[in-house]
């Protein structure tokens, strides 16, 4: 059993129409002149001026920073640091996806501490205090608003950046699961399976600890169960709250216990190829858990165990009835399941795999993970 240090850093508000509670709760933090950061999707849809309103009735002055776009990058944030720097703010404020979010970390730690995104890389880098955040997730996905990272893209190579501190962390992650209700359903489908594969990572990682497979159990049961009906059912405020809270759990699974070779190899196909990052993640995560199988088939029997198919699939083993569950819903979400239909080049395979070996998080993977191992999966997933 691994040692650990729990320490929970985000405070969770949970409910239909909690965004209402915006301009107390940022009272209560102390929030006077606050920078919120949103991208131009939130504007359009109204989701500003959600938050906006409950927190100019409390009294806060809000600036806007709306100029990025999905996966941020080291341009996006050095702009919205320029724009915010002579604007006096006290606070920040995340509201969308994961980009909103990490974009409202990668601002936060070039304001406080200085330098360049780079400097942050890895863990621990700010030796100055940053200013306090509030997450307000619209998505259902990346569990940002439960995590001390921002994972932002170099704008010359495209390969991404995990920049950590424990002073990064959201204080307040405030989930109104009516805010995901005007989700494209595309976006439903790629950052839901996106939770999914963290729930499904984080429960067999190296670094996993008793405290992280609660919330990866946790996160697996509500975000199984839920995916198809949220899909099929958009407007059921129950399943996109199981979704949303399923999502949060999986973040703080990934906070305690890291991710692994799905994660990988996903990343470089959006680096070269510009994949969307849970369509990525959906061609690769079940020949992931089908090559992890040797290392951790006990603890893929016990997902498919409280899953919604658990003993429906006699004739095979419980690792590849999970990975044919993930490709069910892979199917759920209209998502592809090969990378040959992605408009991947075969011959790209082998270089893919180099890049995907130098990820950081397949360090944390069950199995021993090296360019070999990619180009496996990789081969597998094609």
């Keep these: 059993m691994n040692s650990f240090d729990f320490q929970p850093r985000t405070r969770l ?53 709306h100029d990025f776009e999905v996966n941020p990058d080291t341009r996006m944030v050095e702009a919205g640091t320029a724009f915010v720097a002579t604007q006096n703010i006290d606070s920040i404020i995340g509201l969308g996806g994961g980009s909103s979010m990490d974009c409202a970390k990668g601002i936060n730690f070039l304001l406080t501490n200085g330098g360049r995104i780079a400097d942050y890389r890895g863990y621990g880098k700010a030796t100055k205090p940053m200013l306090p955040m509030i997450a307000i997730p619209t998505t259902a996905g990346t569990g940002s608003e439960a995590q001390s990272y921002a994972l932002i893209s170099d704008a010359e190579t ?29 976006i439903t489908a790629t950052s839901g399976f996106d939770a999914i594969a963290h729930a499904v990572e984080t429960y067999v990682t190296t670094k996993r600890t008793p405290v992280s497979e609660i919330f990866s159990r946790e996160a697996w049961a509500l975000l199984e169960h839920n995916y198809e009906r949220v899909l099929t059912q958009p407007d059921d405020l129950e399943a996109r709250g199981a ?36 369509a990525a993640i959906a061609m690769l995560l079940p020949s992931v858990v089908r090559w992890n199988e040797r290392a951790v088939g006990d603890r893929y029997a016990t997902l498919l165990n409280s899953s919604s198919v658990a003993n429906k699939n006699p004739d095979s083993t419980p690792t590849e009835a999970l990975a044919r569950r993930l490709e069910e819903l892979t199917q759920a979400g209209g998502l592809r399941s090969e990378l040959s239909t992605a408009g991947i080049n075969k011959n790209d395979l082998a270089a893919l795999a180099a890049e995907a070996a130098e990820q950081w998080t397949g360090t944390f993977n069950p199995r021993p993970f090296s360019k070999e191992g990619a180009m496996e999966v990789y081969s597998c997933a094609y």
């Design 243 to 278: 979704m949303q809270l399923g999502a949060f759990y999986a973040g703080v699974a990934i906070e305690n216990s890291m991710l692994g070779a799905t994660h990988a190899c996903a990343n470089p196909l959006t680096a070269r190829y510009g994949t969307a990052h849970g």
């Design 13 to 65: 508000i949970f409910g239909a129409g909690a965004i209402g509670e915006l301009g107390t709760i940022a009272r209560e933090l102390g929030f006077r002149r606050t920078l919120l950061v949103a991208d131009h999707g939130l504007v359009a849809s109204g989701h500003v001026d959600e938050a906006v309103t409950p927190l100019q009735q409390a009294g806060i002055e809000v600036v806007r920073f």
């Design 158 to 186: 495209h390969v991404k950046m995990a920049c950590g501190d424990s002073k990064a962390a959201f204080r307040v992650a405030l989930l109104d699961p009516a805010l995901t209700l005007s989700q494209p359903r595309s």
